[in-house]
């Protein structure tokens, strides 16, 4: 079956440090890609999405995303965080994008990211 | 410009119950899409209404029905509620051209059954 991955469950860094949440697929063709981001007691934003075209993605708030085909991949980074970036964040696919998906987003289990001062 | 909006907020119903959620789609958005969010889960897709027709659904049993109107705002019914079906009911707008593949989130109804 078709999946998302994201490795760790949770991820705690320092004000300041670098965030890389990673995040894995399961298809040999290159599905559409999406991040999102959850903070408590509220729905999705979208943060940033990959369909064609540049690999390197850039989103809200200094997020930024890599598309490594060869490694099926679409890990979350950046270059420094804010505590404001406390939250959870989910890893999303389309897969047959622009065949018979007409838009079902499969997620991963999530990344809760925690900032500590 | 509104967003997505969802009611109620909050429900609590008893097993064997009946519920129906509701959801305005983003405006110029003509298709609505529901998601079940398990405690610690990641969303799960439900099923898909576009032009007043499911076009597209998962894997969950026929207690979970669904309706889109005119106006394109959506309805999730849910019949014979299990405890199991407690979770937050996410529902997303996007565009039926599927130009984008966006989907527009609401904030959810948190549904408890006891």
């Known amino acids: 079956a078709q999946s998302v991955t994201q490795l760790g469950s949770h991820v705690s860094v320092s004000e300041g440090a670098l965030v890389l949440l990673r995040c894995n697929y399961s298809?040999?063709?290159?599905?559409?890609l999406f991040w999102y981001v959850q903070y408590p007691n509220q729905g999705l934003q979208l943060l940033l999405k990959?369909?064609?075209?540049?690999?390197l993605v850039k989103g809200i708030n200094g997020f930024e995303a890599e598309f490594k085909k060869s490694e099926t991949s679409f890990h979350l980074t950046k270059p420094s965080a804010h505590m404001s970036d406390a939250a959870e964040y989910f890893c999303?696919?389309?897969?047959?994008?622009?065949?018979?998906?007409?838009?079902?987003?499969?997620f991963g289990q999530g990344t809760i990211l925690t900032v500590h001062p | 410009d509104a967003g997505v909006t969802q009611s109620p907020t909050h429900l609590i119903k008893t097993r064997g119950q009946q519920v129906t959620l509701r959801c305005s789609p983003k405006?110029?958005?003509?298709?609505v899409s529901w998601y079940q969010q398990a405690l610690g889960q990641g969303p799960q897709f439900i099923f898909q209404?576009?032009?007043?027709?499911?076009?597209q659904r998962g894997n969950f049993p026929d207690r979970f029905s669904g309706h889109q109107f005119p106006n394109y705002s959506s309805e999730l019914n849910v019949n014979a509620l299990l405890l199991g079906d407690s979770a937050l009911y996410l529902c997303?707008?996007?565009?039926?051209?599927?130009?984008?593949?966006?989907?527009?989130f609401g904030p959810g109804t948190r549904l408890t059954v006891t």
């Open positions: 997303a707008s996007s565009l039926g051209d599927r130009s984008s593949y966006e989907q527009y």
């Open positions: 298809s040999s063709v290159p599905p559409y």
């Open positions: 990959y369909t064609t075209g540049a690999t």
């Open positions: 999303a696919v389309i897969y047959n994008a622009g065949g018979t998906s007409y838009g079902k987003l499969t």
């Open positions: 405006s110029g958005h003509d298709t």
């Open positions: 209404y576009y032009e007043e027709e499911e076009r």
